[in-house]
DNA sequence: GAAACTCGGGTAATCGATTACCCAATCGAT
DNA sequence: ATCGATTGGGTAATCGATTACCCGAGTTTC
């Protein structure tokens, strides 16, 4: 079916490592095999089987990337950021979804090994369950983990820095006059999940004020809704929720007003994200800004850098978030405003 | 690096045919070497190289995606489906955005060619600018068309029935009382686009309701502000908007209600996709919904049976929307509620 | 003028898994 | 006991691109 370098070097009447040296410029030839070969490349429209250069290189020019799911903004964001980063260095993305089950999670890993990707961006799904099949990779191919990442330690990470961005929350709320503050987010599977309620409640302790009951559910906006409906059902509002992301937070905001609880009047309300459905809520949400293109593009050099197996120590690069003021929280001096 | 057959083999003490022989299980082994053979495997960790494999059988167990963007929560949605339906078969899907730009769609399609997947499912970005490149693929491998398809109908394609939903849309407005109407799309870049467009002048001009001059923009969030806005400086509001998709009618919404406008009862919007968005909406959207399990499925299943370059004429299949009724629209007894 | 180099072309090995082909051993039938 | 058939194992070809290695012709150097 295809045309292979075997059927442009008869056309040119040269060997195939003739027509392979004129193809490639790694070794001169003269110019005029150059020319015959160019011509008779372009004639039969030969195109190089990138299987055999793998197998031959060792090397397949590809990087896999395995997100918990492509359904979530934020991380369809940071894969469109690391497309961008990967962009003109000749590598593809192979993406894969691990739909939040780290059977799946394991699967897909198994099968980019399988097809020889040069290195592995992932973030695991779950801060336990992830462990085995990421260490494993990580042993196999240069691995960077990002946003979430695995206990122990044992891989490369960049993300953010989710205890300080929850700081950051937390004090805007309680400079706008917040006395009773609640926390919204997802299930602790995650060191997402886990480092920003802990984030929330070392702040909040520290600031002194009533803290009710942290509400743990997904990081969905149909969990946000349901959220604000167990606060409405309780019968007394706290003054701020802070939410683990936007999908929460917009939910929250949702089943609030339908409630007829007045935000950010009679509750305060900050996501964490930033990546488009802050400014598509109404009104348009204050929230923690995840630096995405620093993330994607430090992942991506760090990828560049890591050995397989090599026992240097892992490094987790946290990047410092930015608050975002909008319409949801009353807005004080500190922080910007959009 | 790897644990090769080889190694497997010999660890077994058999020879490599056996070795291959007894872990596919495609010729009889002695149970005795079976055993052997799966211990060493084990041992060993013994992963196949699927690019040696890849080559050797000419196929790679893969299929590429192309999609404009997947930021446009309604790809993510068709590529999740096509996951799903993929799932069990192992086949890995092969993801790759083309943001918009026929250029990068064609490198994408040249890369994905290179790798040699077995098929390709793709939007075309562009009506005719990607005519050659997909023209091309698909007389290299198996292609099927989904959502937007190129002109000339070269290719399979399954989606939507596009003018027939906007029919739906727009004699729905019409039963609650609109008397003029206006189409809110994006520039006639797709099929889909045009067909929108057309669905919509047909079915408003059969009707005899006055119609204003189409909005042409984007599909995007921002262009149903921008549109909303020049509405609402046109003086004049039409009883109706129907719009390209559910993001131009989230933020035509937004922009009118923050105009002063009251949805429904001022103006009725009807959006299309229902992906998610539509609920996420204040106050709901009415729209049309996308069939988008069936047409995976259906993609799948045709692209089973097409086979590269085969002269059989190429099939178009068309799949009925639905209309599901919400709050920005009157309700009349036709289309569901939910 | 011969030894040492350079230049550029061709042959065949290589990557790893699969399998066509060959061969030896065993079995059953006559 | 002999012949054909069957069973199962091993050797080596194959997929396509790259490149180590070799070789001959032409140049340079003393």
């Known amino acids: 079916m295809g045309v292979t370098i075997h059927d442009v070097a008869r056309a040119a009447g040269v060997s195939v490592a003739s027509a392979s040296r004129a193809l490639s410029g790694r070794r001169k030839v003269t110019p005029e095999i150059a020319e015959r070969v160019a011509r008779a490349a372009a004639e039969l429209g030969y195109q190089?089987?990138?299987?055999?250069?793998?197998?031959?290189?060792?090397?397949?020019g590809t990087i896999g990337m395995v997100v918990p799911g492509i359904g979530n903004p934020f991380f369809t964001t940071i894969v469109e950021a690391v497309e961008r980063e990967l962009q003109n260095s000749g590598t593809d993305l192979l993406l894969c979804a691990s739909q939040y089950s780290p059977q799946v999670e394991a699967r897909r890993l198994e099968t980019l090994l399988a097809r020889r990707v040069d290195g592995l961006i992932i973030s695991p799904c779950d801060?336990?369950?992830?462990?085995p099949a990421v260490l494993d990779a990580a042993r196999r191919v240069p691995l960077v983990q990002v946003d979430r990442y695995i206990e122990g330690g044992g891989a490369d990470w960049v993300g953010v820095d989710d205890e300080a961005g929850l700081a950051l929350a937390v004090e805007h709320v309680i400079a706008g006059g917040a006395r009773s503050v609640v926390f919204a987010g997802s299930r602790l599977e995650s060191?997402?999940?886990r480092l920003r309620l802990s984030g929330f409640e070392r702040t909040a302790a520290?600031?002194?004020?009533?803290?009710l009951p942290p509400l743990l559910g997904e990081f969905t906006l149909e969990w946000g809704v349901e959220a604000?409906?167990?606060l409405l059902d309780?019968?007394?509002l706290p003054d701020a929720v802070v939410c683990a992301n936007d999908e929460i937070a917009?939910?929250?905001v949702r089943s609030l007003r339908f409630g007829g609880a007045r935000v950010p009047e009679d509750v305060a309300v900050v996501g964490f994200d930033d990546v488009g459905h802050a400014t598509m809520c109404d009104p348009p949400l204050s929230t923690v800004r995840q630096p995405v293109e620093e993330m994607a593009a430090e992942a991506v050099r760090l990828l560049g850098q890591v050995k397989a197996g090599d026992p240097r120590p892992a490094q987790r690069i946290a990047i410092a978030p930015r608050l975002v003021v909008r319409q949801t929280s009353r807005p004080v001096a500190a922080g910007v405003a959009e």
Chains 1, 2 share one sequence.
């Open 48 to 60: 190089p089987n990138a299987v055999a250069k793998a197998l031959r290189d060792q090397t397949t």
């Open 127 to 131: 801060i336990e369950a992830s462990v």
């Open 191 to 193: 060191s997402s999940a």
């Open 206 to 211: 520290r600031a002194g004020v009533e803290v």
């Open 228 to 230: 604000g409906r167990r």
């Open 234 to 236: 309780a019968g007394r």
């Open 250 to 252: 917009v939910g929250l």
